[in-house]
């Protein structure tokens, strides 16, 4: 027998109040996946989730160039003049670049206006 699936939107304040509603309408066999629908964030709220992303970004990029940098101090000392050492002090050098634009990002300048 083929299956069906039927999305409808129920307004309630709790979910187990709304499964009741789906069995009664379509009965005990039903079987009834609800989930609760998320409202829309803010724009405050969603700019502060990029924020933390930002942050986020951030620890990653501190973290690779502290990788090279310790790659390129734990060669060895005849190593350490050559083109693999100049790579890592490229690499090194681009993502304190990424860290500098990082850091100069200013999520306090953003203010949203009121509703009306």
Known sequence: MP??????????SR?????????AAFGQD???QVKKIETQKSRAERLG???DM????????EE?????QDWKDNMPEGLQ???????IDEAV???EEIESGLEQVDFQQVSFPGMM
């Open 81 to 87: 003049s050559g083109s693999k050492a100049d790579e």
């Open 64 to 68: 690779l160039r502290g990788e090279m």
């Open 54 to 61: 930002v942050a986020d970004a951030m620890s990653i990029v």
């Open 93 to 95: 050098s681009q993502l």
């Open 49 to 51: 989730e990029a924020q």
């Open 3 to 12: 299956k069906y699936k039927i999305v409808i939107h129920v307004d309630d």
């Open 30 to 32: 039903i079987t009834a």
């Open 15 to 23: 979910i187990d109040l709304v499964k009741r509603k789906c069995q």
